[in-house]
């Protein structure tokens, strides 16, 4: 609460004042395994290493799909898309003509930085992007083949535009992806060991597990943003 102004020599200044409300987010464990025999484990050491790599590849893709999507209740973390602000067309609302997935970054990059954020990255599903690569300009050239950087990748209204499965088809979510934190309370592990009846059936399980928790200020999710482009693009769009 407050404003900050330019006062008057000698005169008094404004108060303000920063509501901070205690919260907790549970720090929630990701684990996978699976189970090989003793003898595969001894005459095939490559292929304990394809196992683990496997089971290591599948917790991961979990894991990011989480970090997107989770909803935060029961065992889960909170994802982007639940602790993001819904897209808004702002001072752009009717005011586009032929809007396209490339406007659409450009209003949700002004929406950031209304929030007082500093659009830096975008994620959209990789059937999107290749939509989206289709879109030509006034002499029918690539629009995003304009914004490629020194390091490969597309820049658009100062985003880097990355793909992933984690996103559903046609939506987005981005923004200044910095007021997201990431904590990993315990390092990825694996470990292998005896379960149940693994020493009668002479089989070693392993397991591969990592504890960790996301989340961003109630202050900062207004930089964070997410929205579907029909939507979007129907809300830029000239009346």
Known sequence: QGTPIFIAEGAGKIQLSSLWVEKTAAVQ?????????????????????????????????????????????GNTISGAKTLATTFSAGANALAINNANE????????????????TANAVYIHPSTWSLMKGLKDSTNRPIWKDYVNENGVV??????????????AGEFIG???????????????????????????NVKTIIVEQRLVQFASANDTPCLVKGVFATAKAALETA
């Open 29 to 73: 464990k990701i684990a996978v395994y699976g189970k090989v025999t003793t003898e595969l484990m001894a005459d095939l050491p490559q292929l304990m290493s394809y196992i683990q790599s496997s089971l290591m590849k599948r917790l991961s893709v979990k894991m990011e799909t989480e970090l997107f999507t989770g909803l935060g209740t």
């Open 102 to 117: 490339f406007d659409v970054l450009d209003a949700l990059a002004l929406q950031v930085e209304v929030a007082f954020g």
């Open 155 to 168: 820049n658009y209204a100062g985003m880097n535009i990355f793909t992933s499965t984690a996103v559903t």
């Open 175 to 201: 923004g200044d992806m910095e007021v997201l934190h990431v904590l990993f309370r315990d390092a990825l592990t694996v470990q292998i060991g005896l379960d149940g009846n693994d020493f009668t059936n």
